[in-house]
């Protein structure tokens, strides 16, 4: 960013008026912190921003000031954003909303990234929809760490034998994991749902797969992100901190 522009987006920060290149820079200062105090290597931790509700304007002004991954929930709105914001080198978008069967085939090519995988079935339907147009759908597995009915997601017992038999799906990457822990008001009380996560992704990396992966950890959101890089994340999902608050939105679809 050139100089006078840098000076513009601070002096609009001062008086409050919303500035999305220093909400975005100081959120990658607080990941890079995080990553520093758990003695982790900075660059291994990605942003991603959650970017239901924020309208393709905004979208296009974060990109602008750096943002490379948008991650959404609902295909609808993801489809009209994609086609408003067009390509721009580097950006790339992920779908981590709840997965529902027949919009699947609109998913697959189209995110560089899956987070919330929840069942066996849902990779077959991935793994055929890939195989159909001839490429490899990189997903995550979701995992409910905290057990709550009501969240999907494998239980963690359940995750090991999923993801053997996936290890057979040649177009689908299980590259790591990601959790969506109860929301807490105090962000410490999250740090035992990411631990859990983590261990759960290094035992899975001890077994003798050939195509899975345990390379991304998915966790940590506006409110505990900063726990989640201490605690191994690879990819945080950060909406309200970037954007402010946003409308009630469904997040299925
Ligand atoms: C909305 C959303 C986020 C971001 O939530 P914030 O609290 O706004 O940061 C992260 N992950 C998922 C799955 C979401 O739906």
Request: glycine share 10%; aromatic share 4%.
């Amino acid at each position: 960013m050139g100089g006078a522009a840098g000076v513009a987006g601070v002096a609009a920060g001062e008086t409050g008026v919303d500035d999305l290149p220093t909400t975005i820079r100081t959120t990658r200062d607080r990941i890079r912190r995080a990553a520093e105090r758990a003695g982790r290597d900075p660059r291994r931790v990605r942003l991603a921003a959650a970017t239901k509700g924020v309208d393709a304007g905004r979208v296009l002004e974060a990109i602008r000031a750096g943002l490379t991954i948008c991650g959404e929930n609902r295909w609808q709105e993801a489809r009209a954003k994609m086609d408003a914001v067009g390509d721009h080198a580097g950006v790339t978008w992920h779908f981590f909303g709840r997965l529902q069967r027949r919009k699947l085939r609109h998913l697959v090519g189209r995110f560089d990234l899956i987070h919330s995988v929840e069942s066996l079935e849902q990779a077959e339907e991935i793994h055929r929809r890939a195989r159909e147009q001839g490429m490899v759908q990189s997903i995550l597995l979701e995992v409910n760490v905290g057990g709550e009915s009501s969240k999907g997601g494998f239980r963690p017992d359940e995750a090991p034998d999923a993801a053997a038999a996936m290890d057979s799906f040649e177009h689908v990457a299980v590259r790591g994991l990601m959790t969506l822990p109860p929301g807490q008001p105090d962000p410490e009380r999250s740090r035992p749902s990411f631990r859990q996560l983590k261990a759960l992704a290094d035992r899975l990396a001890a077994m003798p797969l050939r195509r899975v992966r345990m390379d991304e950890l998915s966790m940590g959101m506006s409110n505990d992100f900063e726990i989640a890089v201490e605690e191994g994340a690879t990819l945080v999902r950060v909406g309200t901190a970037l954007f402010g608050a946003r409308p009630p939105v469904s997040t299925a679809g």
